[in-house]
């Protein structure tokens, strides 16, 4: 059977997995890159987002954890606000995310919005499909999509607690990282004794993060 | 110049310090023990509450950061809800604290109260001394009273954030239990860019939580 899995998702200690003011020139609003600091610097991050193919980037259990974001994935179910910032019925179809015309993700990916409009097949393999699904919808057509890899769920923070609140998630990884930032998006209201439903590991990081894993029991 | 330092002070991964709920039966709300789970087997508090002397306990990285607890300390402020479970004016000055006759302070201990009431000498050298005070004005009490030793800031979650938000805090020893409990008092509230104020680190045990230390800069 394929799993569900989260990866790299990054909260602050407050709780947090997204800045306030999200916008164009800011994809993660007031948290700016703090909350990525542990994952620019590896290997991983290098070789994904460098299209020089420069060599470089740690190779420590920051990147241990940032690699496996991609091993065995056949499609990733993203929440509209990790898409892209604007809000509402899209005003053309000029946007094609975050990350230029070779998308990190060269799979599928589900974009769940209110607001449907057409798939765009990007270089590289990825695809973005528009859905207006809950989510065991979105998962049964995302499974079939990814050919029995596993799924991977991309954030923000309301999809990743959408698919925790359903009891959908088998692996989680979330990065603890050590700031406050006070307001945004929580990932973990509504959520108690969640950590029933997992195993759970928490190792720190040189790099000053903590990383915890949850597998589901 | 004596230090203001918390120690041992467990927050759940969605940022409470403390249940909800607490009452006499309950201290800790509905958390339960659950918060001191990693703290309970070790040598140093197995030392501070079995009278009888008995060896054993754990003696790792829990227990490294458990033990620093009394280390150099002259006297404590604590929240009135730390003290006891009533509100409101005390009924009869009957309640002498959750901890027998022989409390672990052996120490000037300051409770925070709007409702005054004679000190109470224990045993082994603690008294409780009860103060209506703002945080810069009970710490001018404390560090008097410590007599050129360090003061500890004992909880509950309030009471340590009001010290944070007045910054008053030194060294702080905070220690993340990956549990949600949903509810209850939340310690980070308010604090946005705390860790600007701070050297932090963080690192995770056996046990499974993650011990995080801030450090003045």
Known sequence: MSRVRVHNFSVSL???????????????????????AW????????????????????????????SKWAQGIGAEIMGRNKFGPQRGPWADDEWRGWWGENPPFHTPVFVLTHHLRPSIAMRGGTTFHFIDASPADALKV????????????????????????????????????????????RLWDGLEELESHFDV????????VAHLTFSRR
């Open 142 to 185: 995302a499974r079939e999509a990814a050919g029995g890899l596993d799924v991977r769920i991309g954030g923000g923070p309301s999809t990743v607690r959408s698919f925790l609140a359903a009891d959908l998630i088998d692996d989680m990884h979330v990065t603890v990282v050590p700031i406050l930032l006070g307001r945004g998006e």
């Open 14 to 36: 407050d709780g947090y997995g997204a800045g306030e003011g999200q916008s164009l020139e800011a994809p993660f609003g007031h948290a700016g890159n703090r909350l990525l």
């Open 201 to 208: 590991e928490c190792v720190g990081s040189p790099s000053g």
């Open 39 to 66: 994952f620019l610097p590896t290997r991983t991050f290098r070789a994904i987002h460098e299209t020089q193919g420069e060599a470089g980037g740690t190779t420590g259990i920051d990147d241990a954890f940032a």
